[in-house]
């Protein structure tokens, strides 16, 4: 689906990747509309857009079922019609072990990443089966499909949205509506600090950061994927990388990212 001259929702729309979907997207001539917790987020993303009028911003607890469904209604009577949705909020746990997670937080994971994903999902389907033609893509994460030390409710999560999504691409074949699942791999973002973990860096501190994939090169990647009505798409060479290994080899994966997970922590 080409996104010039469509309505597309973002959400996690204030910071990190969503605010580079939304950026790329105005830029290729889309109606955005981001949605984010954050309203100061949301304002610096649209100071940086230079206050395009293509942008609405709206701030949204994607995690909480009854705003999703009231922020839905309103989308269709603001907008009438919705082309595509780009589910990108997302949160990390701390690096722990599951045995030493609370259950809050566990249930903050769960409910930011799958339930989030979900509801929207869920709500705005309706409206996308209306067009002639539209796009759901929800965003994953390697650890989604390979088991990432300390981070084990956060990749439950991210599998979770990796099979409700491969369950809609069945489920959606044969009407007008495409699905992708995107697998990101390492990633310049500030989710640390937006997931409140405590000790947590900037990107713009980190100097680890600077060898990992920009927010705006996977923002380019995923619009892409849409346009091309990708399937799957998986993110950096790391991503490709350990997607090769752990489906020869799935153990030798999991001790291999183990191994660079502790170096990288020591």
Do not use: W
Not at 59 to 72: L, T
Not at 121 to 147: C, D, Q, Y
Not at 224 to 236: P, S, T
Request: charged letters at 20%.
């Amino acid at each position: 689906m080409k996104v010039n001259h469509k309505n597309i929702i973002v959400t996690g729309g204030g910071s990190g990747v969503g605010r580079q979907l939304a950026l790329t997207l105005l830029s290729k001539g889309s109606f955005v509309i981001a949605v984010d917790i954050n309203q100061a987020a949301l304002e610096e993303t649209n100071r940086i857009s230079g206050n395009n009028k293509n942008l609405s911003t709206h701030v949204v607890d994607i995690s909480n079922r009854e705003r999703v469904s009231v922020f839905a209604e309103k989308t269709e009577n603001n907008y009438k019609d919705i082309d595509g949705l780009i589910n990108c909020a997302g949160i990390i746990q701390p690096f722990i072990n599951i045995n030493d997670l609370e259950l809050e937080r566990i249930d903050r994971v769960m409910n930011v990443n799958f339930y989030g994903t979900l509801y929207m999902t869920k709500a705005f389907l309706p409206l996308l089966l209306k067009r002639p033609e539209a796009h759901i893509i929800n965003v994953s994460s390697m650890g989604g499909f390979l088991p990432v030390p300390g981070q084990g409710i956060y990749g439950a999560s991210k599998a979770a949205v990796k099979v409700m999504t491969e369950s809609l691409y069945s489920e959606l074949t044969g009407t007008n509506v495409r699905t992708t699942v995107v697998f990101p791999g390492g990633v310049a973002t500030d989710i640390k600090i937006n997931s409140d973990i405590k000790g947590s860096k900037s990107v713009s501190e980190d100097s680890k950061a600077k060898k990992l994939l920009s927010p705006k090169q996977a923002a380019e990647m995923i619009v892409d994927a849409m346009e091309h009505n990708r399937f799957r798409v998986f993110i950096g060479k790391d991503c490709k990388a350990m997607n090769f290994v752990y489906s020869l080899a799935p153990v030798f994966a999991i001790k291999l990212i183990k191994r660079v997970m502790n170096s990288n922590i020591h």
